[in-house]
C-alpha cells in the first residue's frame, strides 16, 4: 500500500524540524510526505525549501492563510497515497509509528480509519489511552449523525483509507474550520461509512504549548464555541449526506441495532447511546417499541458471552 503523510504548518518554523524529521526517520518510508504551508509570516517556507531535495517530500506554499481545513484539502488534493496520514507540524512521530500502522491496516483487513494513544510532552506530559486495549469500534454513522458522536482523536494520531478520505475532502467550509479542523475528519470517517479501529500503542508525540488550540480548547467549557461548533457540525454533516447521496434509514430502530452488533466488544455506554437514538428519535411507534425490546434482549446475550468484559481485539 502506497503511504502518504500530510504536514499542515503555520508559523510553526521552530517545531517543524522535528515533524518533518520524525516523518522522515520512520523504520518504513513514507513514500510521500506533503508539507502544506498555510502562508507563514515566520520563516517556515525557508525550513521546507531545505527539507524538499528529499526525493519524497513535496510542498505546497498558500499565498493566502485559509486555516487547517484548507490545508487538508489542498494537500489531499495532491495525495497519491493508498493510506493517507495527517501531522499536525508541531507534533512527532514515533519511528515504528508508520510500521505499526501497516501492520494493523494489514492484521485487520477492514480497517478504514486508525487512531491510537499518544504521549503529551511540553508543558503538559502523560500518556493519553483511549482505551488500554486495541478496539474494532465498528461502524457509527447513526451513532455520529443522531448523536453527534467524536470517535477519535487529535490530528497527528488520524490515518484512513483513501477511500474514505475522498468522501470526506475537500470540504468547502474553510472559514468555519480554520483551526480544529481534525473534526471534519473524525466526523467525516464516521458518516461515510468507515470502519473504525485504535490501537493503544502510543506512537504520537502530542506538543502542548500555548498555541495549542486542540488543548486549549478542551481544557475547559466555553459554550459560545461549543454552541458554534454544533453549528458548524450540522453544515458537514448536511454536506457530506448530500455530497454522498446519503440519508437516515426509514426504521431507526432497526438500523441502530445493526450498527451496534458491528461493535464486537461494546460497552454499557454503547448500548446506552443506541437505546437513547431509538427512544427519543424513531418515529414509528411499533419500532420504537419493537427496537428497544431488541436492544435489550441483545445486551443480556453480550452480558452472558462475557464480551462486556473482556472487549480484546484478536
Known amino acids: 500500500m502506497k503511504t502518504t503523510c500530510l504536514i499542515n504548518n503555520y508559523n510553526y518554523a521552530y517545531f517543524l524540524p ?3 524529521n520524525s516523518a522522515l526517520n520512520q523504520t518504513i518510508k513514507f513514500d510521500e510526505i506533503i508539507i502544506v504551508d498555510d502562508a507563514s509570516t515566520d520563516n517556515s517556507a525557508e525550513v521546507i525549501t531545505k527539507f524538499a531535495q528529499e526525493d519524497n517530500i513535496k510542498y ?9 481545513l484548507s490545508s487538508f484539502n489542498e ?10 496520514f495527517f501531522l499536525d507540524a508541531d507534533d512527532i512521530y514515533y519511528p515504528k509509528y508508520l510500521e505499526h500502522a501497516l501492520n494493523f491496516y494489514q492484521r485487520n483487513g477492514e480497517c478504514d480509519f486508525l487512531f491510537c494513544a499518544y ?8 500518556i493519553f489511552l483511549e482505551d488500554e486495549l486495541d478496539r474494532d469500534l465498528g461502524y457509527s454513522v447513526l451513532k455520529t449523525l443522531c448523536s453527534g458522536e467524536w470517535i477519535g482523536s487529535i490530528t497527528s494520531t488520524l490515518s484512513m483509507r483513501r477511500e474514505i478520505a475522498n468522501k470526506i475532502l ?7 474550520w480554520r483551526v480544529r479542523a ?7 470517517a464516521s458518516v461515510v461509512g468507515a470502519k473504525k479501529f485504535y490501537t493503544s500503542e502510543p506512537l504520537v508525540m502530542y506538543r502542548i504549548h500555548k498555541s495549542n488550540n486542540f488543548h486549549n480548547k478542551s481544557s475547559g467549557i466555553n459554550i459560545s464555541f461549543e454552541y458554534k461548533r454544533l453549528l458548524k457540525r450540522s453544515a458537514i454533516f448536511n454536506y457530506l449526506m448530500h455530497k454522498n447521496s446519503l440519508t437516515l434509514p426509514l426504521f431507526l430502530a432497526y438500523s441502530c441495532l445493526n450498527e451496534l452488533k458491528t461493535i ?3 460497552k454499557v455506554k454503547d448500548f446506552s447511546l443506541y437505546l437513547k437514538i431509538i427512544f427519543l428519535l424513531e418515529k414509528n411507534i411499533y419500532w420504537k417499541i419493537k427496537g428497544i425490546i431488541l436492544l435489550f434482549i441483545y445486551f443480556f446475550e453480550v452480558l452472558k458471552t462475557g464480551k462486556l468484559k473482556s472487549q480484546y481485539l484478536k
Request: hydrophobic share 30%; charged share 25%; net charge negative.
Open 18 to 20: 522535528e515533524a518533518i
Open 60 to 68: 505546497i506554499l498558500k499565498d493566502k492563510n485559509q486555516g487547517q
Open 75 to 84: 494537500g489531499f488534493i495532491s495525495a497519491t497515497g493508498d493510506l493517507i
Open 119 to 126: 504521549q503529551k510532552f511540553g508543558v503538559e506530559e502523560g
Open 170 to 176: 475537500p470540504i468547502p467550509y474553510t472559514d468555519d
Open 182 to 188: 481534525d473534526d471534519c475528519l473524525v466526523w467525516g
Open 264 to 266: 464486537p466488544y461494546p
